[in-house]
């Protein structure tokens, strides 16, 4: 709160070279006589005004006599008095005199005037006086004499009185840093003016706010709470405001604030509490109790949170060498590698900031069962030695299952039945004592008559697949036998299948079979397939068309088998005419994205001549895609220009010609202000008219103008131009003073 006081100066003169008083109660400048320079002394007694903040001041001198007489302007040479609190006694005028404060002009002759003190000379007396000082002198040391012996600055003030507006000296706090860390101490000072003051101290950072200390004095040390981090849980800094109250005496005599920016640290990041990795093979959990190569397909739950107010923003999980991006889920394929596998878990929160969790886990390997070996054949009754004609048989296998820690399950089961049958019988179990199983020569309990013949089938199985593989014994040999009703022959065995010739023993040809009766024409696989114009199943070349032939959508498939994989890739006609290029995500088709091309005679347009068609869970979705050839041109809305000419796409993108920037008027459509300019001759019996209406202002246009030359420099001063009788049509221009040199000018006019 501002206050203003006043007081009455005691007044004396002093010759600069003498210590006696030359005139009692005034303050005389210079000399009205060329014998002696005086020196006014001016105290203010009584007046301390230390350590107060000056606003104001006023001086009301009452003046008795000034050189010149009434009228005349006087400067003021104020300036430091070396001695304070009333006038010191046998003191000579120069050892009085102090430092130069500054001056001010007024009339001092027979009147009573005030005078407000600003500029240099206010700041120089306000610092004199905030810093105790009550006293003053008037003194030039180089006075100018007139013709008639008196000064052009001598004046003599009767009375002079000072009001001053001030307010309490407040401190302004500032901080040893300007920039924190939260639990970092850091030092305030209050940067008082007078050891009398003592501070309360407040800090506010978002909505959080409290006091720092009470009755401080020069300084404090104040460690930021780690809390205060949870104000902005989106950013890493924020700024603090510290208010300074001031008080003396136990009164506020102001406030204060400065600014600190808090940093959260950087060792503050989120949490990442649990990641549970779980298996959704129900058989693998129950049955192995680990996770397993190919048959494992792996649930993640992540728990996280943020901390002091963040939250979290994102989530990436690296497994198996795909990413995923949510707090649970469930992994895309089952585990495709054995031994340690790696997987890790990055959170990020609203600020920013990661934290990390990486856990390894066993994978073990894993192979669907393999029958490496098996054959059967006809034997003796102890199957000792094989026999053509016995009615026992005998086998022999080989085959594996992966272990899996010794927890998988195994079974090996032979089957029989008659060749003409259908259904299979069990002929026996293996029985198992080891992940690798083999058997030689292995005779079956069954008898399999020798009129007969049969087929034996093994499978191999564990808890999660099985394989089989299944082999033929044939009949006794017989060199040839007849069917009873003579529609049939056996060759090496015996007759069992009516219209046809049975063979028990291999068939060699003395020369290929002919095409035309039903062979190859080729005594190996590769010349058979060339003679039947055929391609092999793997690494063959076709050469030609292939025709594929379907009632509405003819189709070519690319199945991957990996990991039991349904993505599938695939080339599809359609009746409508058009032809696409297919991934699909399942074998229903229901989720798949495809390119589509289209005959001109099913779309015309080249717009929509290619197409990305989009299923989503059954619903479908067309997009255009662009490129050149289209007739109307890539939409703004899809990054384009909408237009297939310049022209038009400066019209669809609200932009203007560049040619119109140097040549005319830019519209209001594309900027807020019009634009004219020219050039002319101007002289100051000679004025320039100047038109600007075809830039259609609206209101009367700013218009600026200058000389202008193409050759050097001008040498002298010109006159001074002026614009007049400005309309929003044209203006007139013309040379000030008596300049009647034509030169020429160039103008400008702005205006909307």
């Not at 304070?84 to 120069?94: D, H, L, R, T």
């Not at 026999?387 to 032979?414: E, H, I, M, P, W």
Request: proline share 2%; charged share 10%.
């Amino acid at each position: 709160m501002a206050s203003t006081v006043s007081y009455s100066a005691s007044l004396c003169t002093r010759h600069y070279n003498s210590s006696s008083n030359a005139k009692n109660g005034y303050a005389s400048q210079e000399f009205y006589d060329s014998s002696y320079n005086n020196v006014g002394i001016i105290s203010f007694v009584g007046m301390n005004l230390a350590n107060k903040v000056i606003t104001s001041i006023w001086l009301d001198i009452d003046a008795s006599k000034a050189g010149y007489g009434a009228g005349s302007t006087k400067t003021v040479f104020m300036r430091k008095a070396n001695y304070q609190n009333g006038i010191a006694s046998g003191i000579a005028g120069w050892q009085y005199t102090g430092d130069e404060l500054g001056t001010f002009d007024g009339s001092f002759y027979g009147n009573y005037t005030s005078y407000y003190i600003t500029g240099s000379l206010f700041n120089a007396m306000a610092a004199y006086i905030a810093a105790g000082n009550n006293s003053f002198t008037i003194y030039n040391p180089y006075p100018s004499a007139s013709s008639q012996g008196y000064s052009y600055n001598y004046l003599q003030w009767s009375s002079v009185i000072i009001t001053i507006t001030y307010e309490e000296a407040v401190s302004q706090p500032t901080v040893s840093s300007s920039s924190v860390n939260l639990g970092i101490a850091v030092t305030i000072y209050t940067n008082r003016q007078s050891t009398a003051t003592t501070h309360t101290l407040l800090y506010s950072f978002g909505s959080a706010s409290g006091t720092i200390a009470s009755n401080v004095g020069a300084s404090v040390s104040w460690t930021p709470p780690l809390s205060l981090a949870s104000q902005i849980p989106s950013a890493t800094s924020g700024i603090c405001t510290i208010t300074c109250q001031s008080y003396n005496g136990g009164t506020l005599t102001g406030t204060r604030t400065c600014t600190v920016t808090l940093n959260v640290p950087s060792t503050v990041v989120p949490s990442i509490s649990s990641v549970t990795v779980e298996d959704t093979n129900s058989t693998v959990v129950s049955r192995i109790a680990a996770f397993v190569k190919g048959l494992s397909t792996l649930s993640v739950a992540i728990t996280a949170a943020g901390v002091y107010g963040s939250t979290i923003s994102s989530y990436r999980t690296s497994l198996d060498g795909v990413n995923y991006t949510a707090a649970s889920f469930t992994a895309t394929k089952k585990l495709s590698a054995a031994g340690d596998m790696t997987m890790t878990v990055t959170v990020t929160d609203s600020r920013g900031r990661t934290a990390t969790y990486t856990t390894t886990f066993n994978v073990l390997d894993y192979s669907p069962p393999s029958i490496t070996a098996f054959s059967a054949e006809r034997c003796n009754s102890d199957g000792s030695a094989a026999q053509l004609d016995g009615t026992k048989a005998r086998y022999s296998f080989a085959g594996k299952v992966t272990a899996l820690n010794n927890k998988n399950g195994l079974s090996c089961v032979v089957y029989y039945k008659l060749k003409s049958a259908t259904s299979w019988t069990t002929a026996e179990q293996m029985a198992i004592t080891s992940y690798t199983l083999s058997a030689t020569n292995k005779l079956l309990s069954q008898t399999f008559d020798a009129l007969y013949s049969y087929d034996l089938k093994v499978r191999l199985t564990d808890y999660f697949y099985y394989v089989e593989q299944a082999v033929s014994i044939g009949t006794k040999g017989i060199i040839l036998d007849f069917m009873a009703d003579g529609t049939g022959i056996g060759i090496g065995k015996v007759a069992e299948t009516s219209g046809y010739i049975d063979c028990g023993w291999p068939l060699k040809l003395s020369s290929a079979l002919a095409v035309a009766y039903g062979g190859t024409g080729a005594t190996s696989a590769a010349s058979a397939i060339a003679n039947l114009g055929g391609v092999k199943k793997t690494g063959d070349t076709m050469t030609g068309n292939l025709n594929i032939s379907g009632y509405l959508y003819p189709s070519l498939l690319l199945l991957p088998t990996y990991n039991d994989t349904t993505n599938r890739t695939v080339f599809e006609g359609s009746y409508a005419g058009a032809s696409s290029f297919a991934a699909w995500e399942d074998s229903t088709g229901n989720n798949r994205r495809m390119l589509e091309v289209r005959t001109k005679a099913y779309q015309n347009s080249l717009d929509w001549a290619v197409l990305l068609r989009v299923c989503d869970a059954g619903t479908w979705g067309n997009y255009r895609v662009f490129h050149s050839g289209m007739v109307s041109g890539v939409p703004v809305a899809n990054g384009g220009t909408g237009a297939t000419t310049a022209a038009n796409a400066r019209t669809n993108l609200g932009t203007n010609n560049a040619g119109n920037i140097t040549t005319g008027t830019l519209a209001m459509a594309r900027l807020p202000f019009k634009v004219a300019y020219g050039s002319g001759s101007v002289a100051g019996n000679s004025a320039l008219s100047i038109n600007y209406s075809g830039a259609g202002f609206t209101a009367i246009p700013c218009m600026v103008v200058s000389y202008s030359t193409s050759s050097g420099n001008w040498s002298g001063d010109n006159g001074a131009l002026k614009i007049h009788s400005k309309t929003t049509a044209g203006a007139t221009i013309i040379v000030g003073g008596n300049f009647n040199t034509a030169r020429n000018v160039d103008w400008i006019a702005i205006g909307v």
